[in-house]
């Protein structure tokens, strides 16, 4: 399995973006999609993930960030609004093979990053 994410991109205090994560592989719809993003020295934080009974996402982007999906085209997306400074990170997706989770370590594949700056 390959993830390819794209999109990221510098933006101001107040917009939006939005990414997608394209996956290889015939089973998209069976997959448990996360996003999480690392800002210069931190670590892997979860964001949002998405299967086909809901989603769930991190207290920090609740209502300015959406995760959603589109099995025909095998890509799962997400759109974040009124972005903020402390926002700034490598945007990473990634698959989950066992169930949906914010944990980092259950996902099994990883795409390699986007970079999302944001400007004060």
């Known amino acids: 399995v390959q993830l390819q994410a794209s999109g990221g991109g510098l933006v101001q205090a107040g917009g939006s973006l939005r990414l997608s994560c394209a996956a290889s592989?015939?089973?998209?719809?069976?997959?448990?999609m996360g996003w999480f993003r690392q800002a210069p020295g931190k670590e892997r934080d979860f964001v949002a993930a998405i299967d086909w009974s809901g989603t769930n996402y991190a207290d920090s982007v609740k209502g300015r960030f959406t995760v959603s999906r589109d099995n025909a085209k095998n890509t799962v997306y997400l759109q974040m609004n009124s972005l903020k400074p402390e926002d700034t990170a490598v945007y990473y997706c990634a698959i989950s093979t066992k169930f949906l989770t914010s944990v980092r370590g259950v996902y099994d594949y990883w795409g390699q990053g986007t970079l999302v700056t944001v400007s004060s």
């Open positions: 592989g015939r089973t998209f719809s069976s997959y448990r």
